[in-house]
């Protein structure tokens, strides 16, 4: 019972966390940054998240209905801010405040927290993905999904390690080109989320 859910975990968690589509957003948002910088970032997205994951897996549910809050309007917030970053990543914001920093130590264009640890990686789904696989069951069950979902972040942060490379293979010309799809499906997603956070408040009829 516990190796069926396992395996229904893993591969519910894979595909909403999608490990292999974040690959090349890391890659567009850490373009110029040295590979200590990507490493430091690719740390601190992977353990913010995974920490974000496992509250929501233990008490996900009974936090959001304490402050009141629905994954609705958790998608609909996520959305608005990822079409903000879409929008640096398309126009080349993020560059450019890089170029005109003198000294940067890569904590003023940081992003490890927002927004790869959240929502990217511990997004809407992922968190309601942990509250329906987690919430309500008993110990050895929540255990299993707990160390599928780490898991799945290792997934995550082995491909972030190939940035490097990646960015090598492209040269400067496809980092800009991949910079810019990548903004275009972010910002897609963007407003995916938000789609997905009316229709489950009832504005929108489903789609």
Do not use: N, Y
């Not at 090349?24 to 200590?36: C, E, I, K, N």
């Amino acid at each position: 019972m516990e190796l069926t859910l396992a395996i229904t975990a893993f591969f519910t968690l894979f595909v909403v966390i999608d490990p292999i589509g974040l690959a090349p957003l890391f890659v567009a948002m850490t373009s110029g940054m040295s590979q200590r910088q990507r490493l430091a970032i690719a740390i601190r997205a992977c353990v913010v998240s995974a920490v974000i994951l496992t509250v929501f897996g233990l008490a996900g549910q009974a936090i959001l209905d304490f402050i009141g809050i629905s994954l609705a309007a958790f998608r609909i917030s996520g959305g608005i801010l990822l079409f903000i970053t879409a929008l640096d990543m398309l126009f080349e914001r993020r560059s450019a405040r890089r170029e005109e920093q003198s000294g940067d130590t890569g904590l003023d264009d940081d992003p490890s927290i927002f927004p790869l640890a959240m929502p990217l990686i511990a997004g809407p789904g992922a968190m309601a993905t942990m509250i329906l696989l987690a919430s309500g069951e008993d110990w050895l069950v929540v255990t299993s999904v707990l160390g599928v979902m780490i898991f799945v972040v290792l997934l995550v942060f082995a491909l972030f390690l190939l940035a490097a490379p990646i960015e090598r293979l492209l040269g400067a010309t496809g980092v800009k080109v991949v910079t810019r799809l990548m903004g275009m499906l972010l910002a897609a997603l963007s407003v995916q989320f938000v789609v997905d956070g009316m229709r489950d408040l009832g504005v929108l009829a489903a789609i």
